[in-house]
């Protein structure tokens, strides 16, 4: 018997070894998107704090650039919604919208009129509504005319810095989740992990695809369209800064790169989702003069918008379709659905 027990042992072993490794296009997503992503989100917004701390001025040239920056920075990595933005609602905690009910300027201008001392120190101010926080909040306090002219220069200063550190140590710890932790649990998929196969990774990846080519037609393009007779051009994402189309081209951007990693290795799936990406930009080209959807409130620039979103629509059709079946994603993957 006692020439049984190595290969008992051995036996044990394996079974007890973990069941799944990371394939070639998860190592390749996370270490060449996720988290260079994230770590210049963590740079840009360290920035962001610095030059705040520094200048906090509303009319701040460097002050502005700064914020545009770690907002670009956000953008490329906001369809990462899952795992490290969900803790603590980071995510909401970095970027409340849509903000369907107003509650952004109403927070901030009940901060302004108390003078809340809240901002003073960062656990106080982390505990904060979201609606208060993060870059939509800080639009308001750098572009919104009506806030920049009242007069309480002081305390809107002490507001502008509290969100800049608040920023920047929400984006910090968003990274370091990624870098310390969260990367090795998509690394190392297995019965005891969120994971619990390489192709559960890959679908979280291409849900997050999905859910942003939503975002970008249904929401950023969608809702300053409103209806043909009711449009909300006032509805647009981040008008007050002039970022409306460079959010969507942000997105498609990121999107794009996160979909040819994920469609590499099927030429045919791979050429028709770049087309329609292809596709997608030329129409956003078309719209370079009217970067806040303005033109929504006339017929032809209504048109030019929609042409946009049908585009978008197309991806993720295509995605919808082609792509998910690759990745064990049955076709008509609905992110609304819960699916």
């Known amino acids: 018997m006692r020439y049984l027990i190595p290969a008992a042992v051995t036996l044990f072993t394996a079974l007890a070894a973990p069941v799944a490794q990371a394939g070639p296009k998860t190592e390749a997503i996370l270490d060449q998107l996720v988290l260079p992503g994230m770590r210049n989100l963590a740079e840009r917004t360290a920035d962001l704090d610095a030059t705040a701390q520094a200048d906090c001025a509303a009319d701040s040239t460097a002050l502005r650039a700064a914020y545009n920056q770690a907002f670009d920075a956000w953008i490329g990595v906001s369809h990462l919604r899952f795992g490290p933005a969900e803790t603590d609602t980071r995510g909401f905690a970095l970027a409340f919208w ?5 509650m952004i300027l109403k927070t901030v201008k009940a901060m302004i009129a108390q ?5 003073d120190t960062p656990d106080g101010f982390a505990t904060v509504s979201v609606a208060g926080r993060g870059f939509y909040a800080m639009e308001y306090l750098l572009y919104d005319t009506d806030l920049t002219t009242h007069e309480t220069a002081d305390y ?3 507001l502008v ?4 550190a608040d920023i920047a140590r929400t984006a910090a710890a968003m990274e370091a989740d990624w870098r310390e932790s969260y990367a090795d649990v998509m690394r190392n998929p297995g019965p005891d992990s969120r994971y619990k196969t390489d192709e559960e990774v890959l679908q979280e990846f291409f849900k997050a695809v999905v859910t942003d080519l939503e975002v970008d037609a249904d929401l950023r393009l ?16 981040a008008w007050r800064s002039g970022r409306s189309l460079r959010h969507v081209v942000l997105s498609l951007t990121a999107l794009r790169q996160l979909s040819d990693l994920l469609d590499e290795g099927d030429a045919e799936v ?14 956003a080209d078309k719209l370079t003069g009217d970067p806040i959807f303005a033109g929504v409130a006339t017929p032809q620039g209504r048109i030019r918008v929609e042409t946009l979103q049908d585009a978008i629509r197309t991806i993720r059709t295509d995605v919808n379709q082609y792509m998910g079946p690759m990745l064990g994603v049955a076709a008509g993957f609905n992110s609304l659905d819960g699916d």
């Not at 810095?161 to 800049?164: I, K, L, P, Y």
């Open 161 to 164: 810095r509290a969100q800049a």
């Open 156 to 158: 809107r200063c002490r």
């Open 98 to 102: 849509p903000d369907s009910r107003g």
């Open 270 to 283: 791979a050429g028709r989702i770049d087309k329609d990406f292809d596709y997608a930009f030329s129409r």
């Open 222 to 237: 969608g809702r300053p369209m409103g209806k043909i007779d009711a449009p909300r051009p006032t509805r647009a994402e």
């Open 115 to 119: 003078e809340d001392s809240v901002v």
